[in-house]
């Protein structure tokens, strides 16, 4: 009897992870028409968390070698509590990385809104870590044509339809 039960129990645990995760032609379709162009040469990712809900950020220019903003946001309440430009104003052409305050608060939020790991917006294309994915993975977008089976950013993409590659490493 105990053993049932047992089974009973991880079979729902694994239907209720299974059912959290989105496929990765759920992700392209919420985001396929959505205009990325705000984001041009900008790099946002996730970097750590606490218990509190406490989340720390990173945003910053992505062609220029620029230091990022380290942005602190509180997921419970939704709220920025602490944007520091420390980094970027350490850098050595951060006239080039410098950004004002409400175009990192805008560029930031409609981040949250889209619900990823990581953004990053560059030359070559679109490059998308979403959450809650079937797998750990990159989505690109290039901005061109690409040879198949090349490494962009480190990764190694194969297509996943005619406008996205997915990740293969």
Known sequence: MNFNKFCLY?????????????TIATVIGQIENKDFS???DISITYRSSDISGNQIFMLAKSKSNC???IIEYNSTSGEIFSLSDELVLKSKSSDKCALKEEKVRELFNIFIDLDFRSL???SSGLYIEPKNIERPLV????NS?????SRYRGKL????DANW???VN
């Open 157 to 160: 993409y194969e297509r996943f």
């Open 120 to 122: 990053v917006k560059d």
């Open 10 to 22: 991880l079979l729902g645990c694994l239907f209720i992870s299974c059912s959290s995760k989105n």
């Open 38 to 40: 705000i984001f041009d």
């Open 67 to 69: 230091r990022p903003y």
């Open 145 to 149: 044509e690409i040879n198949e089976g």
């Open 165 to 167: 590659f997915v990740s």
């Open 139 to 142: 989505i690109f977008r290039p």
